[in-house]
């Protein structure tokens, strides 16, 4: 039983929102979520306060249900992976009404994404729910339909699932492969992956849908085509390691730190350790390599190099929906000409290789060659299959596979270092801007694209909640002052630093 102070209370913050002038509405919805709420974690306010929320969708105007939908959701998501706890179960009390609201809604009304968040917690009412949905588009709907799905490994799809199950479109040996290694999981292991998709997509729908009820409907957008992998295998072009030696004053063995010999291969002329080619990726990951003759390093490096599907998924769908969850883009008010832009006109180079850190599949490495020519032009990345996108794209660029936060190169010797949506996914951040900046020469600049936190604590909930490989604990975002801390430490001073939403462009530049 709630007493008539906690009722009071609960009536006087969800009044205040469904009542607020339009200017003061983002303040006062902050102030009833966080009565309620704090980073997932419920109040003792939370329980009591769901049937007035409930109750307040029928007398809310329609530029406020949005919220109250995303509410109801996120409270319901704070017992997860429970589905049946008390506050859970209170929020879909409220079902029959949800239903009827979804069925009055367009494809893209925030009401309706509201809606479609709220109701993918409740996998119990799977059925019912997908009954009287509405046409949604496929992004949508096969999220919601994967949200609702109870876990089985027999028949799941871990991984490839974001940001929605429709952009997928495995061939029948990448779908073998995955069957291999999802068998193979231990009942802990899968149900651990299980969950991080889970909240990767209540993550992404919920950064949708509050966004849609603060500012209005998103952008439609299509997805790009992904290109066949065929074209990737009939566009590689074999490289030796002539690419590199115009680089070989610059680089250094990442173990010892000794130079490089290129003779017929690559070698370090200090620990004698040699570092495979492969179609022009070159392994400069630190660590210890087999001995010559034991295992065929550079055969096992080709192999990598044929799977390339992450590498074009990326560019083409991967990488947009990533922006619009990070950087509060779905109205699509930062376009790629945009990124393109900055890039062209603040990458500023001294003199030495150009490097593109984190390079991925290659667009924006493509953005830098039309600025300072392939022959300067160095990228790098951990992954393989990236950098085989990449050397299509690119074949007179050098690719490394190597660690951001131990650069195989000398200090003092890049011009310059680009590192475009990546910054997030190092493993150490403020590590991997020490290292750019021990390489830079002075007057080089360090040029990226990064994110920072949402204004409020909903929509960084949200961001955090994203769960790839390389952030299994959430997305690592940043604040302004931590970014600026780590450039200053680095030995850099800011020449720039701008971006609309949740944006981050920074140029830095190396002193003395």
């Not at 500012?215 to 566009?235: F, N, Q, R, S």
């Amino acid at each position: 039983m709630t007493d008539s102070g906690t009722s009071a209370q609960i009536a006087e913050l969800a009044d205040g929102f469904v009542n607020a002038p339009t200017e003061q509405l983002d303040e006062r919805f902050r102030r009833l979520t966080g009565a309620l709420w704090d980073d997932g974690v419920l109040t003792d306010l939370a329980l009591p306060a769901v049937p007035a929320l409930v109750a307040r969708l029928d007398k809310a105007a329609d530029d406020r249900k949005g919220h109250l939908a995303v509410l109801l959701g996120v409270l319901a998501e704070a017992e997860f992976p429970e589905t049946g706890g008390p506050v859970a179960t209170a929020v879909r009390a409220g079902l029959d009404r949800y239903l009827e609201l979804l069925a009055q809604g367009s494809d893209r009304d925030p009401l309706t994404l509201g809606l479609v968040y709220l109701l993918a917690h409740f996998p119990a009412d799977r059925e019912r729910i997908l009954a009287a949905v509405p046409a949604l588009g496929a992004d949508d709907l096969t999220r919601l339909v994967r949200l609702l799905t109870p876990a089985d490994q027999a028949r799941a799809d871990l991984g490839r699932v974001w940001p929605s199950p429709s952009v997928w479109g495995l061939g029948e040996s990448e779908k073998d492969f995955d069957n291999g290694w999802i068998s193979a999981l231990t009942p802990e292991q899968f149900t651990a992956a299980w969950r991080n998709d889970q909240r990767t997509l209540f993550g992404h729908a919920g950064a949708k849908a509050y966004w849609a009820a603060r500012h209005g409907a998103p952008a439609e957008i299509v997805a790009a085509p992904v290109p066949d992998p065929e074209t990737l295998e009939a566009g590689r072009k074999t490289a030796g390691t002539g690419l590199f030696g115009r680089h070989a004053t610059a680089l250094r063995c990442p173990n010892c730190h000794a130079p490089l010999a290129f003779d017929g291969g690559v070698a370090c002329t200090g620990c004698a350790t040699a570092f495979p080619v492969a179609d022009g990726i070159l392994d400069l990951m630190p660590g210890e390599r087999v001995a010559p003759g034991d295992e065929d390093t550079g055969d096992a490096l080709h192999k990598l190099a044929a799977m390339p599907s992450m590498g074009l998924y990326y560019e083409a769908v991967l990488r947009p929906a990533f922006l619009r969850a990070m950087g509060s883009n779905w109205d699509e008010a930062v376009t790629p000409a945009d990124e393109d832009r900055y890039i062209a006109e603040h990458v500023d180079p001294a003199e030495g290789p150009v490097l593109d850190l984190a390079a991925g599949a290659g667009r924006w490495t493509t953005v830098l060659e039309a600025a300072v020519g392939a022959e300067r032009l160095v990228a790098l990345d951990v992954s393989v299959p990236m950098l085989a996108a990449l050397r299509v794209a690119l074949p007179e660029v050098p690719a490394l596979q190597a660690s951001a936060l131990e650069l195989p190169f000398e200090d003092g010797s890049l011009g310059a270092v680009l590192c475009w949506n990546a910054l997030q996914a190092l493993p150490d951040a403020a590590a991997g801007i020490a290292e750019v900046g021990r390489c830079l020469r002075p007057g080089g600049t360090f040029t990226l694209l990064t994110f920072r936190w949402g204004d409020d604590a909903l929509y960084s909930y949200f961001q955090h909640a994203h769960r790839f490989p390389n952030a299994e604990d959430g997305m690592r975002l940043f604040s302004l002052d931590e970014l600026r801390d780590w450039l200053a430490a680095a030995g850099m001073r800011i020449r720039d630093e701008s971006g609309s939403g949740t944006f981050v462009f920074l140029t830095a530049e190396r002193v003395a």
